[in-house]
Structures are given as structure tokens and as C-alpha cells.
């Protein structure tokens, strides 16, 4: 006699969030794959598996905001280090959409992709929180999403970035340095922040005050918003200068080239700058620097999204990998600026300088960059 069994609604609905839960990476024990390229944002970084599947991919990056120069190479590079020989063949569909700076439409997006069956996606997030939906239905579909730059607020996907918190510490502590070199342990410091809502924006800004605060000097900050863009932060910083005054130095998240503008425009004395890794920037502190702008430069690579493609094709291998991976912070100074070398007289002001990474085996060339689009690709 064959026994038939008979399940319950409720038995059947544990059954199935059993099964849903049990999809997606395994926690396993590290080292990870490539460490040197991919290396552990802490000893306490936990260590994801997938189970590997044949290439090639399909493979999809999910872009927010688009309106700086920043993203639109972030662009270009990702569908140039598509067609790079490394890893072309194992790539059989790529597509690039930005959504704007609406989370749902973003996350409609990735939903999107995932239904399709793409095996990963790569995305700068909107906001660094409001994905668990869309992450469980990646687990449940064992699609790699892989949130780089703007990250979120979780530990349920592998990410790439660097250590943004780092860099507004040590932004800071560059400007402390220098003025005090000064003989300055107070006055007014000008803060051009990025784009509002998002996870970058808000750790640098804490690093930077976490140091100042720290100091024991007495420094008014005085805050705007240039989303990361050179126009925007040039306007912001001349209104800043119109109603405040003189400042004795500057912490500039991006769109360094339109601060420098902004105060050579305004007759202001060049102060200490702190900002992003604009080639523009750098031909002027480089050019200026003996005119007392002294200043540093780090680099939000819009290479990540290289690395973070690189990453997703590790995992789709079966590869095991640190939930988040940290990429070192790329610094340059007044001091080791080098025309050909960390910045490029016969590039556009707007290009970023920072796009090779040697321990990943990534270097893209400004021209292969250049050479592309930003049209979405669908």
C-alpha cells in the first residue's frame, strides 16, 4: 500500500520559507578567493560562497543618479571593462540603466533583471537602506547583487568600497596639518558635501567632523550642497563665499575643480583644500601650490564598478568571498602630484585620475574610457 501525504497550508508555507531561505550564498569560512585583490573590509568580515554555474553571464549594472562626471565615467568604465579580453568571454549580456535618484524605481529595476534571469547585478545604491526586498528575491533566485560605492546598511550582500569614513578622517587631518603649520587652531572651515541621502556622503561627513571635533580647536563649519558635481559645488562655494566670507580651508566631498574656481574668481586667498581625484584639480593644485593651495587629493575611483563586476563573475564561479571588500584608498598630495604620472595635462579637467587597480590586474586606459558612451544600454 503507497502512502500519500498530506500537508497542511501551514506545513507547506514552512516548507517553502525553508527553501527560500536556504537560497542565495552560504556563510562560509575564509580566506577568499584572490585576497590580495579582494581583501576583507575587517577580521571580522564573514565569507559568502555561491554555487558556481558555467559562463558565460549575464550581467547587469543598475545606476541611480547620473548628473555628475564622476557617474558618468563610472559608466563608460563599466562597459569598457566589459569588452576588456579578461573578461569579455565570459560575459554573453551586458546591460547599463540609471534610474535617477527615485528608489523604487530603482528597485523595479534589479527586480526587473532578476525575472529576467540575469545572473548579476551591479549597483550604486539610492539610499543605503529599503533593499531587503529586493535581496531576498536575488537569494531566491541565487543572483549575485553586488552594491559598490553607495552602499547599503547590511550585511546580506557582498559589497565593494572604500573605507569612506577613512577618507573624511583623513581629508581632515590633512587640513589640521597644514593649519597648524600655520599657526591656526581655529577659524572657518568650508564643507561641500555630495549627494543627500546618500551612505558615502554621510560617512565622510562624519569622518571629517569626528577629526575636527576631536582637535580641541575651536573651527566653525559651514555646510553645502554640490552634489559631487563641479558646476553645482562651483555656485554653492561663491554663495558660501558671498555671505560668510573669507575661509581658511576647504573640505570638498567633490567637484574640487569648481571650488578652486570658485574661490580664484572670487579674489580668495588659496587655502588648504581637502578633495576628490579630479584631474582638473589636481593641474591646479599642482599649478598653485606655491600660491598656498595645499592640497590633498583621494580617489572614489569610478573604477570600482570594475572591481565590483570582477567580483559578482568571481562568485557566479562558485569562488568564496568576503561579504564586503575593501579597496585602498589612492592618495595623492601637493607634495607627489606628477603630470603623466597621477594627473594628465592633455585629459579634460572632468576626467577622474584613478582607474587602475594592479593588485585586481585592472588598469583601464583614460582612452579606452573616454572612447564610450554614457547611454544607457538595454
Same mark, same amino acid.
Given at each position: 500500500?503507497?502512502?500519500? *501525504?498530506?500537508?497542511?497550508?501551514?506545513?507547506?508555507?514552512?516548507?517553502?520559507?525553508?527553501?527560500?531561505?536556504?537560497?542565495?550564498? &552560504?556563510? %562560509?569560512?575564509?580566506?577568499?578567493?584572490?585576497?590580495?585583490?579582494?581583501?576583507? *573590509?575587517?577580521?571580522?568580515?564573514? +565569507?559568502?560562497?555561491?554555487?558556481?554555474?558555467?559562463?558565460? +553571464?549575464?550581467?547587469?549594472?543598475?545606476?541611480?543618479?547620473?548628473?555628475?562626471?564622476?557617474?558618468?565615467?563610472?559608466?563608460?568604465?563599466?562597459?569598457?571593462?566589459?569588452?576588456?579580453?579578461?573578461?569579455?568571454?565570459?560575459?554573453?549580456?551586458?546591460?547599463?540603466? $540609471?534610474?535617477?535618484? !527615485?528608489?523604487?524605481?530603482?528597485? /523595479?529595476?534589479?527586480?526587473?533583471?532578476? @525575472?529576467?534571469?540575469?545572473?548579476?547585478?551591479?549597483?550604486?545604491?539610492?539610499?543605503?537602506?529599503?533593499?531587503?526586498?529586493?535581496?531576498?528575491?536575488?537569494?531566491?533566485?541565487?543572483?549575485?547583487?553586488?552594491?559598490?560605492?553607495?552602499?547599503?546598511?547590511?550585511?546580506? =550582500?557582498?559589497?565593494? @568600497?572604500?573605507?569612506?569614513?577613512?577618507?573624511?578622517?583623513?581629508?581632515?587631518?590633512?587640513?589640521?596639518? &597644514?593649519?597648524?603649520?600655520?599657526g591656526k587652531t581655529s577659524g572657518k572651515i568650508l564643507e561641500v558635501r555630495g549627494l543627500p541621502g546618500n551612505s558615502v556622503d554621510r560617512d565622510r561627513s562624519i569622518g571629517i567632523h569626528e577629526?575636527?571635533? /576631536?582637535?580641541?580647536?575651536?573651527?566653525?563649519?559651514?555646510? =553645502?550642497?554640490?552634489?559631487?558635481?563641479?558646476?553645482?559645488?562651483?555656485?554653492?562655494?561663491?554663495?558660501?563665499?558671498?555671505?560668510?566670507?573669507?575661509?581658511?580651508?576647504?573640505?570638498?566631498?567633490?567637484?574640487?575643480?569648481?571650488?578652486?574656481?570658485?574661490?580664484? !574668481?572670487?579674489?580668495?586667498?588659496?587655502?588648504?583644500?581637502?578633495?576628490? $581625484?579630479?584631474?582638473?584639480?589636481?593641474?591646479?593644485?599642482?599649478?598653485?601650490? &606655491?600660491?598656498?593651495?595645499?592640497?590633498?587629493?583621494?580617489?572614489?575611483?569610478?573604477?570600482? =564598478?570594475?572591481?565590483?563586476?570582477?567580483?559578482?563573475?568571481?562568485?557566479?564561479?562558485?569562488?568564496?568571498?568576503?561579504?564586503?571588500? $575593501?579597496?585602498?584608498?589612492? =592618495?595623492?598630495? +601637493?607634495?607627489?602630484?606628477?603630470? /603623466?604620472?597621477?594627473?594628465?595635462?592633455?585629459?579634460? !579637467?572632468?576626467?577622474?585620475?584613478?582607474?587602475?587597480?594592479?593588485?585586481?590586474?585592472?588598469?583601464?586606459?583614460?582612452?579606452?574610457?573616454?572612447?564610450?558612451?554614457?547611454? !544607457? %544600454?538595454?
Open positions: 500500500m503507497k502512502a500519500v *501525504w498530506k500537508w497542511s497550508p501551514a506545513a507547506l508555507a514552512l516548507a517553502l520559507s525553508v527553501n527560500m531561505a536556504a537560497a542565495g550564498p &552560504e556563510i %562560509v569560512s575564509g580566506p577568499g578567493a584572490d585576497p590580495e585583490c579582494f581583501a576583507p *573590509w575587517s577580521a571580522d568580515t564573514k +565569507y559568502f560562497q555561491w554555487e558556481a554555474r558555467p559562463a558565460p +553571464y549575464r550581467v547587469a549594472v543598475v545606476n541611480g543618479f547620473v548628473g555628475n562626471t564622476w557617474r558618468i565615467q563610472m559608466i563608460k568604465t563599466a562597459k569598457a571593462y566589459a569588452e576588456d579580453p579578461a573578461v569579455k568571454d565570459k560575459i554573453s549580456e551586458f546591460k547599463v540603466v $540609471s534610474t535617477g535618484t !527615485d528608489a523604487p524605481a530603482q528597485l /523595479g529595476a534589479i527586480e526587473d533583471f532578476i @525575472n529576467q534571469g540575469f545572473d548579476a547585478i551591479i549597483t550604486i545604491a539610492v539610499s543605503p537602506d529599503g533593499f531587503d526586498r529586493v535581496i531576498r528575491l536575488a537569494d531566491k533566485n541565487n543572483v549575485v547583487l553586488v552594491p559598490f560605492d553607495n552602499v547599503l546598511d547590511t550585511d546580506k =550582500v557582498m559589497q565593494v @568600497n572604500e573605507d569612506q569614513l577613512a577618507m573624511g578622517r583623513t581629508w581632515a587631518e590633512f587640513l589640521l596639518k &597644514e593649519l597648524e603649520a600655520q577629526v575636527l571635533d /576631536g582637535s580641541g580647536g575651536n573651527w566653525e563649519v559651514v555646510q =553645502v550642497v554640490g552634489n559631487w558635481d563641479d558646476g553645482t559645488a562651483q555656485k554653492v562655494t561663491a554663495d558660501a563665499i558671498a555671505v560668510h566670507g573669507t575661509f581658511d580651508a576647504v573640505a570638498a566631498q567633490g567637484g574640487t575643480t569648481g571650488v578652486v574656481q570658485a574661490l580664484r !574668481d572670487a579674489g580668495h586667498p588659496m587655502v588648504p583644500i581637502a578633495g576628490e $581625484s579630479e584631474n582638473g584639480y589636481r593641474k591646479l593644485v599642482a599649478q598653485y601650490a &606655491e600660491d598656498g593651495l595645499k592640497g590633498i587629493s583621494i580617489g572614489q575611483s569610478p573604477g570600482l =564598478v570594475a572591481i565590483a563586476m570582477k567580483a559578482a563573475i568571481s562568485a557566479l564561479e562558485g569562488n568564496v568571498m568576503p561579504q564586503l571588500i $575593501s579597496v585602498p584608498l589612492p =592618495v595623492a598630495d +601637493y607634495s607627489s602630484l606628477e603630470d /603623466g604620472v597621477n594627473f594628465w595635462t592633455d585629459l579634460p !579637467d572632468n576626467f577622474f585620475t584613478v582607474n587602475e587597480f594592479p593588485p585586481c590586474g585592472v588598469n583601464i586606459s583614460g582612452p579606452a574610457i573616454m572612447a564610450q558612451s554614457e547611454e !544607457d %544600454v538595454k
